[in-house]
């Protein structure tokens, strides 16, 4: 199989690479739709459950406000004062006093609570009661209504209850039993009743959005419906334990589907149950389905037909470029006439057809220039030959030499000749360029021994160097340079005797080799090196060669290596650092 997938031309390779990736992103569609699909109840759960815990946590906050409230009234000074004195007293302008205070007091109570969606506010005694007002058609609530609320508070003991058997048709109580606390007599001087919008209080607490568009809400306490805000769901026949099981799920209390999520109202021990038409949202999800599958159709089979038109828009010019590649193959090195025009194309295509023609013209230019080229290598190999005999025909003039002065008895002129033919010798070896410093300063001593054949006794020399160090490795023709140096400013410049040494010494430490060049007689400017460089300074003569030897020295060791020029007292020096390199090797003494 993958010998086979190999041998496909490259236009169905790339087709099937497209096809591979339309399948696997088809795929992922069709996967990707279906959990989306399946998992939309659940995510529809996690979206009303939320909206759901926050409306009932509005309610809850809200509900515990009144609660907070009763409790507040109940200690209130000017309730219990006024109420206790129209409970106790005889004299009509004391209760009547009384009435005022306790009536201001429950007016403000009513103002101060009535955006906690309070509809209005009761008191009530034996023998009298006192409203904020009542948005009935009748001024006050049904006779058996009233004893309902009177009843439960009673029974309550004091404590604040919220009554909801009568909730659907006159909203929500909270009922209250008001008892005296001065000298913790505990009888009963009022009962407190507040009746709360239920219809307000749930659509504050349920917020804006789809859901509150689409849903409608319950409200039971003890399984017991209290509250609808559907009109139509009021008139369903309600098994909670049946029809509300789970934390969400779908019921059919009408013969439609709806989706519900479950809550409960922890303060006052409600359940609270957001309930969701689930017929429009399948029939929703179905037409997304649909649409998704044919848009997914659609752009599959674009994709494949305008694939197909790029992918042969580009193996067109590689099947031109393979006939080209053949004609060149079977010898014959003209290109094809093309009605295309390929040097205005900067992609790879036009890069690689430019660049097959340009060797193809350089093929051919070779071709001519064949010849031409073998006699020009013919003459060089000639001109090598001629370089090589130059230097042993000098080797060979000065051994000559030598053997006649030792003839003549002249030693002077054979010790010149000897020196000056090792010189050339060591110099003109190709063999390497780091040498051992032994060999180094055998040219060193061969270069002094003509010179003092020269200068005589105005010149003097010293190699201070221990045997231990002769072994180390240095840059050839990098001593022999400098003692020239010294020389020619220590001596040719001025008439006095000149002392040059030679001195070396190891950094252990550092693994560094240091060859010291001293010299009287002259002295290095300060930075020469630098100023060299920056032609701040013309060289005269050797310039040339420092620089020549530092670059050399950085190029073979590393930029850590090289001279240093300084003057130390009435001494020029120049000191050479090396890497601790070790190499036996023997050489031809002078």
Same mark, same amino acid.
């Given at each position: 199989?993958?010998?086979?997938?190999?041998?496909?031309?490259?236009? +169905? +390779?790339?087709?099937?690479?497209?096809?591979?990736?339309?399948?696997?992103?088809?795929?992922?569609?069709?996967?990707?739709?279906?959990?989306?699909?399946?998992?939309?109840?659940?995510?529809?759960?996690?979206?009303?459950?939320?909206?759901?815990?926050?409306?009932?946590?509005?309610?809850?906050?809200?509900?515990?406000?009144?609660?907070?409230?009763?409790?507040?009234?109940?200690?209130?000074?000017?309730?219990?004062?006024?109420?206790?004195? $129209?409970?106790?007293?005889? &004299?009509?302008?004391?209760?009547?006093?009384?009435?005022?205070?306790?009536?201001?007091?429950?007016?403000?109570?009513?103002?101060?609570?009535?955006?906690?969606?309070?509809?209005?506010?009761?008191? /009530?005694?034996?023998?009298?009661?006192?409203?904020?007002?009542?948005?009935?058609?009748?001024?006050?609530?049904?006779?058996?209504?009233?004893? =309902?609320?009177?009843?439960?508070?009673?029974?309550?003991?004091?404590?604040?209850?919220? #009554?909801?058997?009568?909730?659907?048709?006159?909203?929500?109580?909270?009922? %209250?039993?008001?008892?005296?606390?001065?000298?913790? &007599?505990?009888?009963?001087?009022?009962?407190?009743?507040?009746?709360?919008?239920?219809?307000?209080?749930?659509?504050?607490?349920?917020?804006?959005?789809?859901?509150?568009?689409?849903?409608? /809400?319950?409200?039971?306490?003890? *399984?017991?419906?209290? =509250?609808?805000?559907?009109?139509?769901?009021?008139?369903?026949?309600?098994?909670?334990?049946?029809?509300?099981?789970?934390?969400?799920?779908?019921?059919?209390?009408?013969?439609?589907?709806?989706? =519900?999520?479950?809550?409960?109202?922890?303060?006052?021990?409600?359940?609270?149950?957001?309930?969701?038409?689930?017929?429009?949202?399948?029939?929703?999800?179905?037409?997304?389905?649909?649409?998704?599958?044919?848009?997914?159709?659609?752009?599959?089979?674009?994709?494949?037909?305008?694939?197909? !038109?790029?992918?042969?828009?580009?193996?067109?010019?590689?099947?031109?470029?393979?006939?080209?590649?053949?004609?060149? !193959?079977?010898?014959?090195?003209?290109?094809?006439?093309?009605?295309?025009?390929?040097?205005?194309?900067?992609?790879?295509?036009?890069?690689?057809?430019? &660049?097959?023609?340009?060797?193809?013209?350089?093929?051919?230019?070779?071709?001519?220039?064949?010849?031409?080229?073998?006699?020009?290598?013919?003459?060089?190999?000639? %001109? #090598?030959?001629?370089? &090589?005999?130059?230097?042993?025909?000098?080797?060979?003039?000065?051994?000559?030499?030598?053997?006649?002065?030792?003839?003549?008895?002249?030693?002077?002129?054979?010790?010149?000749?000897?020196?000056?033919?090792?010189?050339?010798?060591?110099?003109?070896?190709?063999?390497? %360029?780091?040498?051992?410093?032994?060999?180094?300063?055998?040219?060193? @001593?061969?270069?002094?021994?003509?010179?003092?054949?020269?200068?005589?006794?105005?010149?003097? =020399?010293?190699?201070?160097?221990?045997?231990?160090?002769?072994?180390?490795?240095?840059?050839?023709?990098?001593?022999?340079?400098?003692?020239?140096?010294?020389?020619?400013?220590?001596?040719?410049?001025?008439?006095? @005797?000149?002392?040059?040494?030679?001195?070396?010494?190891?950094?252990?430490?550092?693994?560094?080799?240091?060859?010291?060049?001293?010299?009287?007689?002259?002295?290095?400017?300060?930075?020469?090196?630098? +100023?060299?460089?920056?032609?701040?300074?013309?060289?005269? !003569?050797?310039?040339? *060669?420092?620089?020549?030897?530092?670059?050399?020295?950085?190029?073979?060791?590393?930029?850590?290596?090289?001279?240093?020029?300084?003057?130390?007292?009435? $001494?020029?020096?120049?000191?050479?650092?090396?890497?601790?390199?070790?190499? %036996?090797?023997?050489?031809?003494?002078?």
């Amino acid at each position: 199989m993958r010998q086979f997938i190999r041998n496909l031309s490259l236009q +169905k +390779k790339i087709q099937l690479i497209v096809f591979i990736c339309i399948f696997l992103m088809t795929a992922a569609a069709f996967i990707s739709l279906r959990l989306i699909t399946s998992s939309y109840d659940k995510t529809l759960y996690k979206t009303t459950a939320s909206s759901l815990s926050a409306s009932s946590t509005g309610m809850n906050h809200c509900l515990e406000t009144l609660d907070t409230m009763a409790d507040l009234f109940l200690a209130d000074s000017s309730i219990q004062s006024g109420l206790s004195t $129209l409970k106790d007293s005889d &004299q009509i302008r004391e209760a009547s006093t009384a009435y005022r205070t306790v009536y201001a007091a429950l007016t403000d109570y009513y103002f101060t609570f009535r955006k906690n969606h309070i509809n209005y506010m009761g008191l /009530y005694q034996d023998n009298f009661s006192l409203h904020t007002y009542l948005p009935f058609s009748r001024n006050v609530l049904p006779k058996e209504v009233e004893e =309902y609320l009177l009843k439960k508070a009673r029974d309550a003991g004091g404590a604040t209850v919220w #009554a909801s058997d009568y909730a659907e048709e006159y909203g929500l109580f909270l009922v %209250k039993s008001i008892r005296r606390t001065e000298y913790l &007599q505990l009888d009963e001087i009022g009962v407190l009743v507040v009746n709360v919008d239920l219809d307000g209080l749930i659509t504050e607490a349920a917020g804006s959005g789809f859901l509150q568009a689409e849903s409608a /809400y319950l409200l039971f306490d003890n *399984g017991k419906l209290i =509250y609808s805000s559907s009109e139509g769901l009021k008139e369903a026949s309600w098994d909670y334990e049946k029809q509300f099981p789970n934390p969400y799920g779908l019921t059919a209390p009408s013969g439609d589907d709806f989706f =519900y999520v479950k809550s409960h109202i922890a303060g006052i021990g409600w359940d609270y149950i957001c309930i969701i038409p689930y017929d429009d949202i399948i029939s929703s999800l179905h037409t997304g389905q649909i649409l998704c599958f044919a848009l997914l159709l659609t752009s599959v089979l674009t994709a494949l037909l305008l694939s197909s !038109g790029l992918i042969r828009s580009i193996t067109r010019h590689f099947d031109t470029l393979l006939q080209k590649i053949r004609d060149f !193959g079977n010898g014959n090195p003209q290109p094809p006439s093309i009605e295309y025009d390929y040097q205005k194309r900067t992609d790879e295509l036009g890069i690689l057809h430019v &660049q097959f023609d340009h060797m193809v013209e350089e093929v051919k230019q070779l071709i001519k220039t064949n010849y031409l080229n073998q006699i020009l290598i013919k003459d060089a190999q000639f %001109k #090598a030959l001629e370089n &090589q005999m130059n230097p042993h025909f000098l080797y060979n003039t000065l051994e000559s030499i030598n053997w006649r002065a030792k003839i003549i008895g002249s030693k002077d002129i054979s010790a010149m000749a000897e020196s000056l033919g090792t010189l050339l010798r060591l110099t003109l070896d190709q063999t390497s %360029k780091e040498i051992s410093l032994r060999r180094e300063l055998e040219s060193v @001593r061969c270069y002094m021994t003509i010179q003092k054949f020269r200068y005589e006794e105005r010149l003097d =020399y010293r190699i201070l160097v221990p045997e231990n160090l002769m072994n180390h490795l240095v840059l050839k023709l990098s001593l022999q340079p400098l003692v020239e140096n010294a020389v020619r400013y220590g001596l040719e410049e001025n008439t006095d @005797r000149c002392l040059i040494e030679i001195l070396a010494e190891t950094d252990y430490e550092n693994e560094s080799l240091y060859v010291y060049i001293k010299n009287n007689g002259s002295s290095f400017e300060e930075n020469l090196l630098e +100023k060299l460089k920056t032609h701040e300074v013309e060289p005269h !003569g050797f310039g040339i *060669g420092l620089l020549n030897i530092q670059n050399r020295m950085q190029i073979t060791f590393g930029e850590a290596y090289g001279i240093e020029l300084y003057n130390e007292g009435e $001494l020029a020096v120049a000191r050479l650092m090396f890497p601790l390199t070790n190499e %036996k090797k023997g050489g031809a003494g002078c």
